[in-house]
């Protein structure tokens, strides 16, 4: 049982260029987040899904694109990378909204665009 | 949307205890996390409350105050390996977490 996995654990990018990010879990959740988290601010959520199929916006959205095609598979993609992007990436699932259900998250993925 | 407060960082001595406190202002409320994050890691979850009151889970404790929109972190007998950044989060009715900036403990020996 790995929990949350995310695929690249770092990456480079050239402002312009594009990338996904992988999230994958396999607690079989049906709830999937992916958040940003800069210095002095905190976890910020871009961008979640409350089942297969679905996505929704979060707090800052804009420059990202998310599909969750598979219950397991979350994906994050920067269509045109700006040096604004960078920070450290989380992604998050749960089994169920409300009650004690907390947000796992996976190991984060670093990102630098120069 | 929601307004997290708390403290940017925090020293104590070992063995010792410290207690972070966390206000929050929101347009809707469903229950209160503490995240512990060592650097260069994920969030990990340690306390959870939705009704006003202390929740006690071995060194650690968490208060909340609804009608305040106040909580804390209790972390008691401090230790080394309690240096960390300690995430206050707050869950709204969509449940949907909004979280503060973190307060950075750090244990001195």
């Known amino acids: 049982n790995a929990g949350v996995t995310q695929t690249p654990k770092f990456r480079v990018l050239k402002t312009g260029q594009s990338m996904t990010l992988l999230c994958a879990q396999d607690m079989n959740h049906e709830y999937m987040y992916w958040y940003r988290q800069d210095p002095g601010m905190g976890l910020r959520l871009i961008h979640y899904s409350v089942g297969e199929g679905t996505t929704a916006k979060g707090e800052v959205p804009d420059g990202y694109n998310v599909s969750r095609l598979k219950k397991q598979n979350f994906l994050l993609g920067l269509e045109s990378a700006a040096p604004s992007q960078t920070s450290v990436y989380f992604c998050?699932?749960?089994?169920?909204?409300?009650?004690?259900?907390?947000?796992?998250f996976g190991p984060g993925t670093r990102l630098l665009v120069l | 949307g929601q307004n997290i407060d708390q403290p940017t960082e925090m020293t104590a001595t070992e063995g010792a205890i410290v207690q972070i406190n966390c206000t929050y202002q929101?347009?809707?409320?469903?229950?209160l996390f503490w995240y512990q994050q060592h650097a260069g890691e994920a969030p990990t979850f340690l306390s959870y409350n939705v009704l006003d009151g202390l929740e006690e889970k071995g060194r650690f404790s968490s208060f909340l105050s609804r009608s305040k929109g106040y909580s804390y972190l209790l972390l008691k007998e401090l230790q080394m390996k309690d240096s960390a950044s300690y995430l206050c989060?707050?869950?709204?009715?969509?449940?949907?977490?909004?979280f503060g900036a973190g307060t950075t403990v750090t244990v001195r020996a």
């Open positions: 998050a699932s749960s089994g169920l909204a409300g009650g004690q259900e907390t947000q796992y």
């Open positions: 989060a707050v869950r709204d009715e969509d449940y949907k977490l909004s």
């Open positions: 929101t347009s809707g409320f469903n229950g």
